[in-house]
């Protein structure tokens, strides 16, 4: 093989390797997930924790978060697909599905622990029997989990639904307790951190933890929150929501032995040592990494419950595509 003829193998060789580098690392480029949440929610401790520490990157996925001032903003991103993966109560990717939205849940995040109805220190308040006749406002809107949640345990065992009654109103997470220190509705359901806030350092108190009377009246722990994403997404990129469960689960587990991560949402809210240890507490308690088929079947006996109260047309079914496991590391 004569001089010039062996540069042109080797050349040849030589962009052909460089073809297949380049190819493999097009290959190894992360998948971008857009990832959708309530501005203010506890979810975005351990989401920022994936980002920041790169759990996402390291199970093959870039994370972009973003944040929506109200439920309806984001939910409205879940069933458009401006995101692909979104954060929600249970009941209304269930309720999506049911009307022919083509939403799935693939894990869950949180048990309800945070829900609390809170009312002024000085108030006579000592459960949710003494809020009937009272005007209570909800950040989650007529449909959202907690504010069903709330509706089926007043009408289910105290005898009242704020709703039919026109005593449940709607408003923003932040709005709601200046409407209470002005004695516009005497009580709130929040959730945190805005509820840890308020018990920690406002002129307020928690009457009740909607979780804890659920768990005392049915005998079973609340499902409040998980994450769903769309069929098409479903579809297009199994890998990368395979990696989203698995980075969520080392970014909970990372949230949980590094106090320091609850810092930045302490200073923004005014929170000092106490107020930050009741916060760090409750989000450690709601956490939820149980997602199994009896996980799913439990979900029935809430759904039965809030068809009853919501009436026709609310959870009349609850599809089985609306929830998967497939997602779970194996």
Do not use: C
Not at 37 to 57: C, E, H, P, T
């Amino acid at each position: 093989m004569n001089d010039l003829l062996r540069r042109k193998v080797l050349l040849a060789l030589a962009a052909g390797t460089l073809t297949v580098a380049m190819g493999s690392a097009r290959a190894a480029d992360p998948v971008k997930v857009r990832l959708g949440d309530l501005a203010q929610a506890l979810n975005s401790i351990a989401s920022n924790v994936m980002i920041q520490q790169g759990f996402d990157k390291k199970h093959g996925i870039a994370v972009e978060y973003t944040t929506y001032p109200t439920l309806d903003g984001l939910f409205t991103a879940i069933r458009g697909k401006q995101v692909d993966v979104g954060f929600g109560g249970w009941t209304a990717f269930a309720q999506f599905r049911s009307k022919g939205f083509p939403v799935t849940m693939f894990y869950p995040v949180g048990r309800g622990v945070s829900l609390d109805i809170i009312a002024p220190k000085g108030s006579a308040y000592k459960s949710l029997a003494d809020l009937k006749g009272k005007k209570v406002g909800s950040y989650a809107g007529a449909a959202g989990t907690a504010t069903v949640l709330f509706r089926v345990l007043s009408s289910r065992y105290y005898g009242y639904d704020p709703a039919k009654t026109n005593d449940l109103q709607y408003a923003g997470p932040g709005l709601l307790p200046t409407l209470v220190e002005k004695n516009e509705i005497a009580a709130a359901l929040l959730f945190d951190p805005l509820a840890a806030k308020a018990i920690a350092s406002g002129p307020f108190r928690s009457v009740v933890n909607l979780a804890d009377v659920y768990k005392e009246k049915v005998g079973e722990d609340f499902l409040w929150i998980g994450v769903a994403s769309n069929d098409d997404f479903i579809v297009q990129q199994p890998a990368a929501l395979s990696g989203f469960v698995r980075a969520w689960i080392e970014s909970v587990a990372y949230v949980r032995t590094h106090p320091e991560v609850f810092e930045p949402t302490s200073k923004a809210l005014g929170l000092d040592a106490a107020g930050t240890k009741i916060l760090r507490d409750r989000v450690l308690a709601d956490y939820a990494t149980t997602w199994n088929d009896a996980t799913i079947k439990s979900l029935s006996t809430f759904a039965k419950m809030a068809n009853d109260v919501m009436g026709g047309g609310f959870l009349d079914d609850v599809p089985a595509a609306a929830f998967t496991t497939r997602f779970n590391p194996r």
